[in-house]
């Protein structure tokens, strides 16, 4: 088992999104198509920036307050 990213990291790979976010690998490639997270691409890798990671658990927040 890989250690948990640095806290100041400021790119994450997917497995780390992953464990950030408690998601599975197609759910977090299924954010990414659907524009709800947002990544960016170093050649091959594709790497979740830390502020999307925010940006998505806003999102979350938001869509849990007009729900109630």
Do not use: F, H, N
């Amino acid at each position: 088992m890989t250690p948990p990213p640095p806290a100041d990291r400021r790119l994450s790979r997917i497995p780390d999104a992953m464990r950030l976010l408690s998601l599975s690998r197609s759910v977090i490639y299924e954010l990414i198509r659907s524009g709800r997270l947002r990544s960016v691409r170093q050649g091959r890798t594709r790497l979740i920036p830390a502020l999307a990671i925010d940006d998505y658990i806003g999102l979350l927040e938001q869509e849990a307050r007009k729900a109630s």
